[in-house]
């Protein structure tokens, strides 16, 4: 079974320009997290999604960031502008359900200069 | 919210058995995880425990939760050098199904 696959692996860019990320769960599972993991800290929950709609994005900064899960298949994680702190690993994780196990990618490391 | 406390570092020599400990806040807590990180790599689950056992072990690990204390350990037995990566306790609470992680253990081991 094809684990949950995140591109791109890695990107630079300067502060004030813009990213997206992206996510493909394990086929057929219906729950989606992205997660921000500072360096030398735990994965924070930035939002869920049940299929295509939202669950909960109360911890997403909804100034300059922003998800979609079109289809409720795929997802996009975008950030606009980039600031410094925005500095970290994005995880993306999937599970059958919201209470079941979640699964997660490699992850994608920002870098903002 | 809950809070979930690690410690950050742990070295053991292979062979040896290693503890890693985990602390958390909210007494309702209902599932108990550990997840495993690799360089470079997503977190990998390990083991998770209900709120209602106090022991479960599966192969070389071993979870004990002391949940008066709200305590959690993870213990590996006969420790690999191919066991070296970072630890993250992580506890659901509150019916969220969102589990809020520790900062992580690095488990470092050596010959």
């Known amino acids: 079974e094809a684990g949950v696959a995140q591109s791109p692996r890695y990107k630079i860019i300067e502060k004030r320009q813009s990213v997206a990320f992206w996510c493909n769960p394990i086929?057929?599972?219906?729950?989606l997290y992205w997660y921000q993991q500072i360096l030398g800290q735990g994965p924070k929950l930035l939002i869920q999604?049940?299929?295509?709609?939202?669950?909960?994005d109360s911890q997403l900064p909804k100034d300059r960031f922003s998800a979609e899960r079109l289809k409720g298949v795929d997802s996009t994680l975008k950030i606009q502008p980039a600031k410094l702190e925005d500095s970290a690993v994005y995880l993306c994780?999937?599970?059958?359900?919201?209470?079941?196990?979640?699964?997660f990618g490699p992850g994608t490391r920002l870098t903002v200069l | 919210g809950e809070d979930v406390e690690q410690s950050l570092f742990l070295s053991v020599r292979e062979g040896d058995s290693s503890v890693i400990n985990c602390t958390y806040t909210?007494?309702?807590?209902?599932?108990l995880y550990w997840y495993k990180q690799e360089p470079g790599a997503g977190l990998q689950l390990l083991t998770y425990?209900?709120?209602?056992?106090d022991m479960k072990q599966d192969q070389r690990l071993t979870v004990l939760l002391n949940k008066k204390d709200k305590h959690l350990s993870l213990r590996i037995a006969d420790t690999q050098t191919g066991d070296s990566a970072i630890y993250f306790c992580?506890?659901?609470?509150?019916?969220?199904?969102?589990?809020?992680f520790g900062r992580g253990t690095s488990l470092i081991v050596h010959p």
């Open positions: 994780a999937s599970s059958l359900l919201g209470a079941d196990t979640q699964y």
């Open positions: 086929s057929g599972h219906a729950t």
């Open positions: 999604f049940q299929n295509n709609g939202v669950v909960d």
């Open positions: 909210d007494s309702s807590s209902t599932y």
């Open positions: 425990i209900f709120s209602n056992m």
């Open positions: 992580a506890v659901e609470s509150g019916g969220s199904y969102i589990p809020t």
